[in-house]
């Protein structure tokens, strides 16, 4: 396979770097694309007001390519510039979780989407801690699911979220298909006083998952499940077309 590896975490990130080595290892052309600095939260932003840089090192049959931009000026620029056409894009793997509504916000997830928008099978995968983070049976697991995915295909235009809980295989409980959940955030900003005595602000939160809902993938991670969960971009209410085709507009 001909695998294109990007992430939201910047290019020296080891969760990147197990993934690269896991498939590399497995005999596949591995090429990676990433942000040279973290990105997190960088949602589906691309780069359109300044050039965008490019740097690449080869290491261990591997090519690294680190972009200026967003991890969507990643895929964008990798496929229209930098390698040949892949046979999937896989992003990640990210430190920390990227579940529910948080994907709308994910640099991981908005990179595997800009592979799916252009037509490419395409995973996010991330580690539900941002603590001590082990990814080695996330890179085993995605292994598996990319092979699984090249052999059985989605629908257009739909790509797998994938959040593993940290922890050895052995004591993982299992996988479940899951649908998007809901995180709940408390004390999201913090004040602060800077040595000016000017009041800002910095965005914190704690996430609240005591109380999800069974067959989520909130659910599936807290009881320590991997979630599977497979997303698309058309955010259109399809339930809602006829009734809104009914007003008076």
Not at 73 to 94: M, Q, T, W
Request: charged share 20%; aromatic share 8%; proline share 5%.
């Amino acid at each position: 396979m001909k695998i294109l590896i990007t992430n939201d975490d910047g290019i020296k990130a080891d969760g990147i770097k197990k993934l690269a080595k896991t498939f590399a290892e497995s005999g596949n052309l591995v090429s990676v694309v990433a942000p040279e600095r973290e990105r997190s939260a960088a949602g589906h932003a691309i780069t359109v007001h300044k050039p965008l840089r490019v740097s690449q090192v080869d290491s261990e049959g591997i090519s690294y390519y680190a972009v200026s931009g967003t991890p969507a000026d990643c895929v964008k620029l990798a496929l229209e510039k930098l390698i040949e056409k892949p046979d999937i894009v896989i992003s990640g793997i990210n430190r920390g979780a990227n579940l529910g509504t948080d994907v709308l916000y994910s640099g991981t997830v908005s990179a595997a989407i800009e592979a799916a928008l252009n037509g490419l099978p395409a995973i996010a995968v991330s580690i539900v801690s941002c603590q001590y983070p082990t990814y080695e049976a996330a890179s085993a697991l995605t292994l598996k699911l990319a092979k699984i995915y090249l052999e059985k295909g989605l629908p257009k235009g739909t790509l797998l979220n994938v959040n593993v809980p940290n922890q050895p295989a052995n004591e993982i409980k299992g996988i479940k298909i899951s649908k998007l959940g809901e995180r709940k955030y408390i004390n999201n900003f913090e004040k602060r006083t800077d040595p000016r005595g000017r009041v800002y602000y910095w965005m914190a939160g704690e996430v609240d998952d005591s109380n999800p809902e069974q067959g989520t993938d909130v659910w599936a991670v807290v009881n320590q499940f991997v979630s599977v969960t497979p997303i698309h971009f058309d955010l259109t209410n399809h339930y809602f077309l006829s009734e809104l085709s009914k007003w008076e507009l």
